[in-house]
């Protein structure tokens, strides 16, 4: 539709009216609706506005200065303006559902585990996949906003773990040497993640690399010792174990689960 706003804020923050760009490029009328966005059809309190703007030290005049970046919004939007909505003690961010990139993520994300559930997991990874390509970038990549960093984080965790999933309901479809690659790509730029190196343990290890998968087991336990002063956990210590041991329940079974494949999956 010709007035259809769209807020995408996972990669840099971006509005799109009637699918043309709203300039928006203050970094406080960006933060003030990064944190609006992340809360959609919620009330954000002005105090809490401030808080994502300035911090613990923000102006004497500081509600005045919320109250100017929410006209600047409004009049960026333009027939749109309507959707930030002034409430008793703040504003509220009013879109309709699908209306943000958060919101898209988490439909797609319900209908590919309801697919799984179903008996679907080529669907459930076609539909997952999806949802993790909205991805641009780092989530808010340029607000700064200490007091918006931990809805920032996660979002990311939620990335990180979705990424995780995908790749066991591949390895369930016994697409092992498809995404063998992948996963060493990801489980090496996320050094410290157990799931993703236990995966990537039996990928290895399904497509003839034993000493490989054991590699990777070797390497995980010196980073988390040096880094954390840990051992792997008892899941990934088993893996390691049958890997050793050629246990046939990691063996390819397309169609059906292994519980000692789950634990890695999970």
Known sequence: MQDEVSFSLLGPLEVTRGGRRVPITALRHLTTLAALALQANRTVSTAQLTAAVWGADPPATAANQIAICVLALRRALGRAAGMIETRPRGYLLNVPPGATDLDRVEAMVDAGRALEQAGRPAA?????????DLWRGPVLCGITSPELQPE???WEERRLGLTEEVYSLELRLDRHDGVVAELAAFAGAHPLRERPRGLLMLALYRTGRQAEALGVFRETSRLLSEELGLRPSAELRALE???????????PRYGRRSDLVDQVGH
């Open 152 to 154: 920032i984080a996660g």
């Open 124 to 132: 459930a990874v076609t539909e997952l996949r999806a949802a993790l």
């Open 241 to 251: 174990r049958s890997i050793l041991n050629q246990d046939p329940r990691l063996r």
